[in-house]
């Protein structure tokens, strides 16, 4: 199965695990162990994510010129999200600030894989080949991993990251 699937099921997959993490860090409370490790992983998943979803579909759909605009909505957003995670990580994970701060993040990054798998991605599948959807799948398994695997939690309050 995991062989022969679609580039954009793989995306929706990762999307799947990106939403049961934001949901289990929501259960968590206060400075916990739990709370650092999970936010940790949701942080390098997020990461890793956008980065291998821009080299492996967005580089391709911002060439072709009706995905063109789409395609620069959402690579605006991934960097949104990065300075958002940044910004968290700068909080202190015990304060109210802190979850008040996750609740708006949870949200929006909802609301970008929800774009990306109902707008984006059925309008992106009318512009490839099969094949092109192979290669896809193919530059994003690889991506991820490396992408992932050098990813970190860097800290930097929202007002003082550069745009
Ligand atoms: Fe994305
Ligand atoms: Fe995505």
């Known amino acids: 199965m995991t062989q022969n699937q679609d580039i954009f099921a793989r995306l929706k997959e990762d999307h799947d695990r ?30 890793g994510h956008a980065s291998a979803e821009e080299q492996a579909l967005y580089s391709t759909m911002m060439r072709k010129p009706p995905t063109t605009d789409d395609t620069r909505h959402s690579v605006a957003e991934h960097h949104e999200i990065e300075e958002a995670l940044n910004d968290l990580a700068a909080t202190d994970m015990a304060t109210a600030a802190w979850l008040t701060k996750f609740k708006t993040f949870d949200h929006d990054y909802r609301h970008h894989i929800d774009e990306e798998e109902e707008e984006h991605f059925p309008e992106f599948a009318e512009h490839l080949t099969d094949e092109d959807r192979q290669w896809m799948r193919a530059v994003f398994e690889r991506r991820k991993r490396e992408e992932k695997a050098e990813a970190e939690v860097t800290p930097e309050k929202k007002e003082d990251a550069k745009e």
């Open 18 to 47: 990106h939403r049961d993490l934001l949901e289990r860090l929501m259960e968590t409370s206060g400075e916990s162990d739990q709370r650092r490790a999970l936010f940790e992983e949701l942080t390098k998943e997020l990461k």
